[in-house]
């Protein structure tokens, strides 16, 4: 049952650089008291990220805090409010818009991808809905794994200004196995929303980005979320990212065109203007409550790696510390790294992200961040 329909419940050498921003009551300000979100970045930090920043939000305040370096072997200090892309987080986006179409009676959750797309996903199309892609229930193989950019450090220098159609990377990642029968209960992959950014073109004759922005954006006056198509760059104040392909030796790969990427992990976002995105979308702004029932009525997700994770139509639900759950979706796009949480109310968010792979317990650092202060926990 969704929610409308139940009750809402390492270091690298680098001098660091701290802020924390409250609208609401001093606290931090007390003698000896390190404040709780300054702490929880801190400890993200030191699982070997070059910077990362957050921002938590609830009706009274807003709160931000951040470490590291906006650029690695410098004192540059990470922007306030700086732009990042969101990876994955892009894909609650897509679903919104998707949900809208539905809502609106342009198409249905069961609608097979062979309505929309005819000979697209080939035989396959006949039995994959617009809902098992939106849940990752698919069994379409992921096509990130045949990006040579994503993959090596030489594939990048190759091929971070490559632009690829989503017909291409359709075609791409069928040149795969698809999943075994048994692993179709839920599986991630990245080309179930590539296909439903083509169906979003089909139904209203714009494209993914054009609906995401007239759809979405806008009305909620994200000013600092962009879709930068083929664009290589990151628009305005932000940190460098870097990975290491996984061989111990970062680069910077800031530069990408985030075209392999389009309706699955493509947006570049602030923690701002992603705490009010997920704060309206749970309040109902974006959606009406049976497609909001929709989006939150979770399965199991194993493969994300963490106990009890659920996910629902580009949502997941993961529990809290303090009992309960809470709804966001984690997002990765080459060196930026980032995790959105919101109360099912809609009325507390944490965002945070980082600006390079980390290691083994960087994940698990910034879930905790998140789990943590949407509790609203204070010592």
């Known amino acids: ?79 306030q409010n700086g732009r990042f ?20 009676g342009r198409l249905s959750l069961d609608d097979t991808v062979e309505k929309w797309l005819p000979g697209v996903v080939r035989k396959d199309g006949r039995r994959v809905t617009v809902r098992q892609l939106l849940q990752h229930t698919s069994g379409i193989p992921d096509v990130l794994p045949r990006i040579p950019a994503l993959n090596s450090a030489a594939g990048y ?58 759809r979405v954006i ?42 392999m990427a389009v309706g699955s992990g493509s947006l570049v976002s602030t923690t701002r203007d992603l705490s009010r995105f997920y704060s309206a979308l749970l309040r109902g702004r974006l959606l009406g409550p049976a497609q909001l029932d929709e989006m939150t009525t979770t399965v199991s997700a194993p493969e994300m790696g963490l106990p009890g994770v659920k996910y629902g139509l580009g ?14 979706h984690p997002g990765e796009l080459l060196g930026y790294r980032s995790w959105s949480g919101v109360t099912a109310d809609g009325a507390r968010t944490a965002v945070v992200y980082a600006t390079s792979d980390g290691g083994q317990g960087t994940r698990q650092a910034m879930s905790a961040l998140v789990g943590e202060e949407l509790c609203g926990s204070r010592p």
């Open 218 to 259: 806008r009305p909620l006056d994200l000013r600092q979320t962009s879709v930068p198509g083929a664009s290589a760059s990151v628009p305005g104040p932000h940190a460098r990212s870097y990975s290491t392909f996984g061989t111990g030796t970062a680069i910077d790969v800031t530069v990408l065109d985030p075209s």
């Open 315 to 328: 949502l997941g639900e993961l529990p809290l510390p303090c009992g309960g759950t809470y709804f966001g």
């Open 85 to 104: 892309r969101i990876g994955s987080a892009t894909k609650t986006f897509t679903a919104a818009v998707m949900l809208q179409l539905v809502g609106e």
């Open 157 to 214: 220098r190759a091929e971070r200004s490559r632009s690829y159609t989503p017909g291409e990377l359709v075609r791409l990642a069928l040149g795969q196995p698809p999943a075994a029968a048994a692993e179709r209960a839920w599986s991630y992959s990245n080309t179930n929303y590539v296909l439903a950014a083509m169906i979003i073109h089909r139904v209203t004759g714009r494209s993914w980005a054009q609906e995401v922005t007239r």
């Open 1 to 79: 049952m969704g929610v409308s329909g139940r009750l809402r419940s390492v270091g690298l050498g680098l001098a660091a650089a701290l802020l924390v921003v409250s609208t609401g009551p001093p606290a931090a300000a007390m003698p000896g008291r390190v404040d709780p979100l300054r702490r929880y970045v801190e400890a993200v930090h030191r699982t070997g990220v070059v910077g990362v920043a957050a921002e938590v939000t609830s009706p009274h305040s807003r709160e931000r805090a951040r470490a590291g370096a906006a650029r690695r072997g410098t004192a540059l200090p990470m922007p």
